[in-house]
Nanobody, 122 residues
Framework: QVQLVESGGGLVQPGGSLRLSCAAS????????MGWYRQAPGKQRELVAA????????SYADSVKGRFTISADGAKNTVYLQMNSLKPEDTAVYYC???????????????WGQGTQVTVSS
């Protein structure tokens, strides 16, 4: 089993930045890819970024390209999401995900964290 714990969410003003962290534990040898997705109440879940554990491949949703950066630290079993130039429409619960293959689709991810709230507002 794999456990994922997110941290780093909070309240930030438009144009500000946040860095989310996701620490993985358990049977992490089964993980080949990590991702971040988000969901606001009443809205569809959106996969925003994904990365292979090797760090050789990354993918981003069009809505966050140029603003968000995903990275991974294999030694710490941790993935990060650096979010810059935040907009009110980025407000959502952000979830960390892990899967056995690298692909930009929610179906590729087998494990999810409990989420961390990001609120972008003045």
């Amino acid at each position: 089993q794999v456990q994922l714990v997110e941290s780093g969410g909070g309240l930030v003003q438009p144009g500000g930045s946040l860095r989310l962290s996701c620490a993985a534990s358990g049977s992490i040898f089964s993980i080949n890819a990590m991702g971040w997705y988000r969901q606001a109440p009443g809205k569809q879940r959106e996969l925003v970024a994904a990365i292979s554990w090797s760090g050789g491949s990354t993918s981003y949703a069009d809505s966050v390209k140029g603003r968000f950066t995903i990275s991974a630290d294999g030694a710490k079993n941790t993935v990060y999401l650096q979010m810059n130039s935040l907009k009110p429409e980025d407000t959502a619960v952000y979830y960390c995900a892990a899967g056995s293959r690298f692909a930009f689709t929610p179906a590729a991810y087998d494990y999810w964290g409990q989420g961390t709230q990001v609120t972008v507002s003045s």
